[in-house]
């Protein structure tokens, strides 16, 4: 089954996300039949408030591959890229 990527709204910050093609694939795989309901920012949110944890500082960055706006939980340094998740993803996958 050939999956494309799909544009979703989160239930909790009403933002438009992309859920891609892999991500769904990986859902057909796990047998998980609903869409995610949340962006990938409320659902970590989500997540480390469950686990009661403290909210992770977050880093605004520029992907070096895209030149998307995204958020990591590190510090960059000027002396290395930093990717979105997209394009981090990919890079793996390539070197895979």
């Known amino acids: 089954m050939a999956f494309e990527d799909k544009t979703l709204v989160c239930k909790d910050c009403g933002k438009e996300f992309i859920w891609?093609?892999?991500?769904?694939?990986?859902?057909?795989?796990?047998?998980?039949?609903?869409?995610?309901?949340?962006?990938?920012?409320?659902?970590?949110?989500?997540?480390?408030?469950?686990?009661?944890g403290e909210e992770r500082k977050m880093y605004k960055v520029i992907c070096a591959d895209c030149g998307k706006e995204t958020?990591?939980?590190?510090?960059?340094?000027?002396?290395?890229?930093?990717?979105c998740r997209d394009c981090f993803s990919k890079r793996r996958a390539e070197r895979a």
């Open 71 to 83: 958020e990591v939980p590190f510090e960059p340094k000027d002396d290395r890229p930093v990717y």
């Open 20 to 52: 891609t093609a892999g991500e769904q694939e990986f859902y057909a795989e796990k047998g998980f039949e609903n869409a995610p309901a949340r962006c990938r920012e409320c659902r970590d949110k989500r997540k480390r408030t469950r686990e009661g």
